[in-house]
């Protein structure tokens, strides 16, 4: 299956500041999902991201708030824009290969704590 | 989308088999069931996927009744590494899945 590599791992950031996350993928990939997942929850999808094309956000997510770019088939990146405390969390990235049928690879993860 | 149900949490012990059912009555035609498995900071792990009766690697099996509106993960003899949250996801690939609440399994020795 493909390797994720997602950085920063963790990060301590100011309120009103933004951070921008990134995943390489190891192999070429149709399309990467970004995640969210508060302590002791389980994972919440942000949004879908397509190589030339805008990414698509799921309810309760915009893109002012969390920009997401994807300049080709290995390479992500979500911003986490005008951050807030409410915004402390743990983001991931994952891809997905139909044809591998190994489902989905996800990235380690980045906690954030906006203080 | 398919909308999956799981117990919250189980308990069990060293060397016992374990078995977590999730509930996906929507399933669509061209739906896999996909199961993960998720340690403490770290992201979910694949462990086993499917699309009908039953599939068998080296950590699980997945056991899919006809009707495919359940899905079994069978973990045989669980160590205290096993403990971890399970999530079953259900999806066609083309599209996101997204993670019900998932369960919590405790291996207790």
Not at chain 1, 7 to 25: A, E, H, N, Y
Not at chain 1, 89 to 96: A, F, G, P
Not at chain 2, 47 to 53: A, D, H, M, N, V
């Amino acid at each position: 299956s493909a390797v994720i590599s997602q950085k920063p791992s963790r990060d301590i950031c100011q309120r009103g500041t933004s951070l921008t996350i990134q995943c390489q993928v190891d192999s070429q990939v149709t399309m990467m999902f970004w995640y969210r997942q508060q302590p002791g929850q389980s994972l919440t999808l942000i949004a879908t991201a397509n190589q030339g094309s805008e990414a698509t956000y799921e309810s309760g997510f915009v893109i002012d708030k969390f920009p997401i770019s994807r300049p080709n088939l290995t390479f992500s990146t979500l911003t986490v824009s005008n951050m807030s405390p409410e915004d402390s969390s743990i983001y991931l990235c994952s891809d997905t290969d139909r044809g591998r049928s190994y489902g989905y690879t996800f990235g380690s993860g980045t906690r954030l704590t906006v203080v | 989308l398919a909308k999956t149900t799981q117990p919250i949490s189980m308990d069990s012990y060293e060397g016992q088999e374990v078995n977590i059912t999730c509930s996906h009555n929507n399933i669509a035609t061209n739906d896999y069931i996909t199961w993960y498995q998720q340690f403490p900071s770290q992201g979910p792990r694949f462990i086993i996927q499917g699309y009908k009766t039953k599939v068998t690697n080296e950590v699980a099996s997945l056991f899919i009744p006809a009707d495919r509106k359940s899905s079994t993960l069978s973990l045989p003899r669980v160590s205290l590494s096993d403990t971890a949250v399970y999530y079953c996801l259900v999806g066609d690939g083309d599209n996101d899945m997204r993670f019900g609440a998932g369960t919590r399994l405790t291996v207790k020795p």
